[in-house]
Structure formats: C-alpha cells, structure tokens
C-alpha cells in the first residue's frame, strides 16, 4: 500500500477504535429528555453528564489536579459522576515528571491514572511538548543533538510508562504564536531554537513509535474570535496541519482548546470554514480545555450564567455543524477550582464563573448546554 493511503488505513483503524471505546454502555442514569425546556426544571435531578454520551459517542472529561495533591473529595466526587475522561491539568507536564535529566516521576500521573481507572473514566495526556512548564534543564538546551535526545528519552519513558492508560495524547502543544513575529507564525520555543520547526514532525514520531494504537493531537488555543489575532492565529494553524498530512506527520485531532471568552464575537464564517477544512484534511475534532471566561459580563450571577451558557451554545453550534467532535472537556468542573482566577479579576471583584458547577458544586447553566450537546441533541450537520 503506498504511504499516504497506509497512514490513512491506520487513522481509519484508530477512529473505530477510539468511537468503539467512546460508544461503550457507561454507569449513570437512563437517558432522559434534555433539560432547559421548562422554568422549573430540577437540574439537579438530571443524570449526570457521563451518561448522555451513549447515544451520541462523545465522551464528557474535565481537567484537575491529581487527587494526591488536591484532596478536595467532594470535588473528587463530582469528577468521577459527571465525566468519563481525567484531564491531567499539570500532572504530565516535563516539569512534574522528569524534573531532572532522566530522572521520571509519576506519582501525580499514577494517583490520577489510578483514580481514572477506579471509576471507569479515561485519562487524557496532557502535554508531551510544550514551550513552557519546562524545568530549568530543559529550558538551557542549546544545541539540536542535545534536544533530540532530551525529546527521544523524555517521549520514550512517559508514553511507554502510560501505554493503554491514555485514550489521546497532546503530543504538541500551543505551537503557533504570531507575537512571537518568526516564520510561518511558529511559537518561539526551546525546540524551536535547537530543532527548528522540524520538532513538531519529530515529536509526533516518536510517540507514534512508542505506542502505535493511541490517537495523537496537536492542541491549539486563540481561533475562535474576529479580529486580525485570532484570523493569523487560524491561518498559521491551518497551514501547519497541511504541512503534517503532506509530510504524512502521524497526527490524528485536532484538540481545540476552547478557552471561551463571553464578552467576544464568534467568528463564525471564518471557523466554520477552517473547521471544515481541518476535517477535511482527516483530523478528528476534540474540544480540549473549554471554559467560558465572564470577567467582562456585567449583571447578577444568573445573568452572568446565562450569558456563558449562551456563549457556549453558540460555539458547539458552529463545531457540531462541521463536525462532532471526539469529546468535549471542561479545564475544571467547578468555580471554585479554576486556573483563570490568576490571571483575569472582575472590576466588581466577584469570582469568576466559567465552569459547569458553581463554587458550591450545583450545576449552572452552562452544564444543561453540554447536557443537550453531549447527548446529541444539537442541529444536524450541514
Ligand atoms: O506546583 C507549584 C507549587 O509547588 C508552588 O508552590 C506554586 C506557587 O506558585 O506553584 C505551583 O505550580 C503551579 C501549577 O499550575 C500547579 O498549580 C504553577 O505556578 C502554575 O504556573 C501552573 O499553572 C498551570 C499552567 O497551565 C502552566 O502549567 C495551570 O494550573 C493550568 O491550568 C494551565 O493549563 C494550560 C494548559 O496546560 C494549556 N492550555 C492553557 C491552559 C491554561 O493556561
């Protein structure tokens, strides 16, 4: 068989596999009639978001830290009812697991791929090459020789160490910075500098040699929006997915990151097109990281819930009418846990609401969009 058309056997295999695996009857309640529909309806009383996934095959995940350093039980909890996939939120980054050169530790990926596998849920990897959460080692690397081989060793021990614990690996993450003003809208990195763009190709290899079975994504924030960034941000993105397939680079999704911000304007001509045109190269669709950023929503927290839920509908709109994707996670599941409080305050100075639970862990919202979408329930494709 010639490469190209061998390549596209083997994606074709790992889809079955990945949907077979997606379509698995799931614990949880029976399927019933999606929320929303009157004023009164008892969100609470709703079965959990795992279990609409079995008509539709998209599978629910969210993002946490590991159980051993995050002992939030409750939070635990809630994990384990509402989603089948762990998202590792900095568990498998270089800086946790190989501190020093050649020195691994897992603790934190092990407690989450054993709480992962307690409660039938599966764990995504999150991330294998990144510009940053790197430790110092790392980021000192000067020469292509001593990268390549930090690359091959680090890449070699984490998948080989998590083979069939990882339902899709990010293989590379966050490549494309247009700030960053270098060729083709690349993201200065370490790898960058020592490998050249030739990093990415290399990265995807080496897992694919370690473990030929696992789906493998490159992962990508910043192209949902109007305006000049977010136009660059989908065209480089674009153009580096098509330089992979023609160097029959093994990539199979496309994770879509997903960080949503409520006070922006889709644009939905423009990512509806690039949508299409991804999908249309072969890759599969994952919504990584979603979360719906309300720094800039004024009105009390009901209408601040509103508006994000409306926000989000309007987004897994546009996906879903290009392509369903794979799975949808959330990086977090309650308010009361998420990474978006460092960076971004309220001018009212209330916390930030952007997840599907609330801080007392009630479901917002936000969580009865995801219901009806995981369930199938959105418009057909067209
Ligand atoms: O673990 C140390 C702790 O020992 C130390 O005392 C503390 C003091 O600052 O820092 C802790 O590390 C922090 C770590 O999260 C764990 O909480 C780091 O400073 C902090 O930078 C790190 O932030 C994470 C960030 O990635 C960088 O790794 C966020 O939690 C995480 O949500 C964020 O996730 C990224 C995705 O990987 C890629 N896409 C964007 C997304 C949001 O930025």
Redesign the pocket.
Known sequence: MPQNKQATAARLTRRSAILGLAGTALAGATLRSPPGARADFNLELEPPLRSRTRASGIRYGC?G?API?QPDRILLEKFAIEANIFSP??AL?W??TEPLPGKFDFAEGDSIAAFAARNDMLMHG??LV?Y??NPDWVANLRTGQAAQAALERHINVEVSHYRRKIWAW?VV??AIEPDDRLAEDYRDSVWLRCLGAGYIDLAFRLTRAVDPQVPLCL?E?GIEYVGPKPRRRRAALLALLRKLREQNTPVDCLSL?S?LEAHQTFDRAELTGFLREVVKLGYHLMIT?LDVNDCRIGGSPDQRDRATARHLAEYLDIVFAVAKPLSIAT??LSDRS???R??WKRADGSPLRPLPLDADLKRKPMWAVLARYLAGQERQPT
Request: aromatic share 18%; glycine share 8%.
């Open positions: 993002a830290a350093v939120e900095g980054k800086i946790q999150h991330t990144w940053t959460a990010d993450n966050e992962s924030y990151q960080h990281e990086w977090g998420t990474w978006l460092q960076y």
